[in-house]
């Protein structure tokens, strides 16, 4: 997301391109943690301390409904975690540890290629999310299975 494009994104929902708001899209597009709302306030609160949860909810709504961010939902945590790589691509999400990764697939590409083609749907977007168990909770899993057999 690039800044300039971000400040015309935001100009045309209505909203002034404040620093707090750059802030917010700076830290997302920097960000491969795909964090939430409550992340975000924590990490900017310090650099501004005027800002209010309120003001990154806002923010993010505005982001998702221009199709700037992606709302990922709840990984099991009760949590909404944001994505602004809109690109096709995949998550995957562990329900353990909540942590969300991006994998890439030639094949989300053709996919979306062939719906356009097919549908008569002009896509702007997709989202495919899975859930599962990262590598290192796989492990401890594991551990836990092998000690209890014991």
């Known amino acids: 997301m690039e800044k ?3 400040i015309e994104a935001l100009r045309k929902a209505g909203l002034r391109a404040t620093p707090q708001r750059i802030a917010i899209c700076e830290l997302l597009t ?4 795909h964090p939430t709302a409550t992340d975000i306030y924590v990490e900017l609160k310090e650099q501004f301390p005027s800002l209010s949860l309120a003001t990154i ?3 993010l709504d505005v982001l998702v409904g221009i199709g700037l961010v992606n709302a ?3 990984i099991g945590d009760d949590k909404v ?3 602004a790589d809109v690109s096709p691509h995949i998550n995957l999400a562990c329900v353990k540890c909540h942590k969300i990764v991006d994998a890439t697939s030639n094949f ?3 996919l979306n290629d062939e ?3 097919n549908s008569g749907f002009e896509l702007f977007g997709s989202r495919i999310l899975y859930y599962g168990h990262c590598p290192e ?3 401890k899993i594991n551990q836990i299975s092998v000690i209890q057999s014991i």
């Open 72 to 74: 990922l939902g709840s």
């Open 30 to 33: 920097e960000s491969h943690a």
């Open 4 to 6: 300039l494009k971000v």
């Open 108 to 110: 989300i590409k053709q």
């Open 115 to 117: 719906i356009n083609k």
């Open 57 to 59: 909810y806002n923010t």
């Open 137 to 139: 909770c796989q492990l």
């Open 81 to 83: 975690h944001f994505d």
